[in-house]
């Protein structure tokens, strides 16, 4: 997804078509916030990697592939949308004011929640810990997961923010232009980024398998095996917006990317299924940099390009209007992800014990908390203190750019 610019000058970007905002990114957003909650909703019903508030004796094997195949893409789609409006969002703003305007949108909430709802209500369920101080350094130990829970991704877009307003000062310094022209990738560009996030990743596993998290410069919660996705995708939307990628990006590379994206999800769920020994020997590897622990991240990364190519040019094709009902879910998006996690964690709780096959169960959580997060999130809009708590800009700012922060 990468390439070797051609012109070093500033790209014309054209405003977006419909009320200032690209829709069909909107509505892919919505859809993949959906996909985050069902996420999330699945981890009591199925074989997680991590810790969960919520076990359920019985489990679905099945939702094993469900949570591999999201962990190849979905996140790091998130963060290159995000990363697409980082541009223009400086360039209108300045450096100082952009990072002001980060610090608001996603340093309050992050640590308001972290202060007042993750540490109480984790401390409160730590059945190990004999004082706060010991499950604040077990929790330190943990890689801050207790602290963060889903709101790492807030912290990453920050840190992420950051980097590129030093970037652009770094290059802005040297070249006096910010503006790079990117050419629209083709097959080569995204197979040089298939490669270089599979080598990459091969890299990190090597000493940090899936599921393990740091403590990233001691106060950010990082899963490093992944972190090769979200920064690269990130950088990849940065580049984007320059070349007006989303935009001009052909039908055919979409399609055909979208296609190998969908195989290579499916031969993850076949394989998992019907031969757990071969999924065995593709996932647990061991240590070190050989050839067999290269198979899953290169997998991954396949999934992750396909999908993440094809998803964007199938919206933006089929889905690039959106009715009222959409365009208010959209609009709730950034809260929606801050407020998700609480309600699919109490609708778990409260079906523990309750007699249901464990299908249905999941199905009822990803439902109640697709529909109560959203509602809540566009009901938070409507209260000026909550509106200042969660990040969420004024309705004049949002009309006037797209937002840089959105998961």
């Keep these: 997804m990468s390439a070797v610019p051609t012109v070093r000058e500033k790209v014309p970007i054209h405003e977006p078509r419909t009320g200032g905002r690209l829709v069909f990114v909107d509505v892919l957003r919505v859809v993949l916030i959906m ?72 340093g309050i909430p992050l640590v308001v929640f972290a202060l007042v709802v993750h540490i109480p209500g984790a401390y409160s369920m730590d059945e190990e810990s004999s004082s706060l101080g010991e499950f604040l350094r077990n929790a330190y130990d943990n890689g801050l997961q207790e602290v963060y829970i889903h709101l790492w991704f807030l912290g990453h877009l920050l840190f992420y923010s950051a980097l590129y307003v030093l970037g652009r000062w770094l290059l ?38 899936i599921d393990e998290w740091v403590p990233l410069f001691f106060v950010l919660a990082t899963e490093p095996a992944h972190l090769p996705q979200y920064m690269g995708m990130f950088a990849i939307g940065v580049i984007a917006y320059r070349g007006d ?34 999924w065995r020997d593709v996932v647990d590897t061991g240590e070190g940099l050989t050839i067999d622990s290269l198979m899953y991240p290169a997998w991954e990364a396949v999934i992750c390009a396909g999908l993440s190519v094809g998803l964007i040019v199938l919206f933006r094709e089929r889905f690039n209007r959106a009715g009222k009902i959409l365009l208010a879910m959209a609009a709730a998006s950034y809260t929606t992800y801050i407020l998700h996690w609480m309600i699919v964690v109490f609708t778990q709780m409260g079906l523990e014990g309750v007699d249901m096959p464990i299908l249905a169960k999941f199905l009822i959580v990803t439902g109640v908390g697709v529909i109560l997060a959203f509602w809540l999130g566009h009901l938070a809009r409507r209260v000026p203190g909550l509106r200042v708590v969660l990040g969420i800009q004024p309705d004049r700012t949002r009309k006037a750019e797209p937002d840089a922060t959105r998961p």
Aim: proline fraction near 6%.
């Design 245 to 278: 990628w989303l935009r001009r990006i052909s039908v055919a590379t979409g399609m055909i990317w979208l296609t190998i994206g969908v195989v290579a999800s499916a031969a993850l769920y076949s394989v998992r299924a019907f031969s757990p020994e071969t």
């Design 172 to 209: 802005d310094r040297r070249e006096r232009s910010g503006a790079v022209s990117w050419p629209v990738p083709g097959h080569g560009a995204i197979i040089a980024f298939v490669v270089a996030l599979a080598l990459a990743s091969w890299l990190v596993r090597s000493s940090y398998p």
């Design 35 to 106: 996909l985050v909650i069902a996420h999330h909703a699945g981890q009591a019903y199925g074989p997680t990697g991590g810790d969960w508030p919520v076990t359920e004796p019985e489990s679905m094997d099945w939702l094993g592939s469900f949570f591999s195949v999201n962990a190849a893409f979905f996140m790091g789609l998130l963060f290159l949308l995000a990363g697409y409006f980082v541009p223009r969002s400086y360039d209108r703003r300045g450096p100082g004011a952009f990072l002001k305007g980060r610090l608001k949108r996603l």
